[in-house]
């Protein structure tokens, strides 16, 4: 169970899930578990729309490679973002890059959308980062470093636009995590 295998002891720290790393970054807990989802999604429609074509009798190889290039596609849409944080910074990455912000120079957290709600936070050096409010959810480490962050911003004066957001992410996030504390010791 301590036992190392050659495969983690290469993945970067930053990317152990849930649980901070030596230098004390912490990344999305279910990341890995939502990726794998999103590429078994993505194989069951290239295997279904393969098996359809073939039943029909019109597969052929450009088609078989037609259906495997839309499968490729899924996995792309489906794939959730990788998100991370450490001391003053939360990173985003997607597909091709990532992007980061400083959280203790943030000047606007905002939520756009009302079926995903996204949250999209801005710094004061250009960056801008968007993903899914869940994630912060689900995951009070990175939430509690995005926190801190924002206490610092909202001292320093950056803070201009957002405050309300972040007030009210902090309910949900300390209601489901009182919730989940009362569910485990039996108490509900």
């Not at 912490?26 to 999103?38: E, F, I, K, S, V």
């Not at 890059?97 to 939520?111: G, H, K, N, P, Y």
């Not at 972040?166 to 009362?182: F, M, N, P």
Request: hydrophobic residues 40%; contains cysteine; proline residues 4%.
């Amino acid at each position: 169970m301590g036992r190392r295998t050659a495969r983690s002891a290469t993945t970067p720290d930053r990317w152990r899930g849930g649980r901070p790393g030596p230098d004390g970054t912490t990344g999305d807990r279910y990341w890995r578990l939502d990726a794998r989802c999103a590429g078994f999604c993505a194989l069951g429609f290239a295997a279904v729309t393969i098996l359809l074509d073939w039943g029909a009798g019109g597969l052929t190889v450009p088609r078989a490679d037609l259906w495997a290039v839309l499968g490729v596609l899924v996995f792309a849409v489906l794939r959730p973002p990788r998100v991370s944080a450490g001391d003053g910074w939360l990173a985003v990455r997607g597909l091709v890059r990532e992007r980061r912000v400083c959280t203790d120079a943030l000047i606007s957290v905002r939520q756009d959308g009302s079926v995903a709600v996204r949250l999209i936070l801005r710094d004061a050096y250009g960056g801008s980062v968007a993903f899914d409010s869940k994630i912060l959810v689900a995951n009070p480490l990175l939430w509690h470093r995005l926190d801190a962050g924002a206490h610092c911003s909202r001292e320093r004066g950056t803070l201009r636009h957002g405050e309300s957001t972040l007030r009210q992410l902090g309910e949900r996030i300390d209601g489901g995590t009182a919730w989940d504390v009362l569910r485990a010791s039996g108490l509900e």
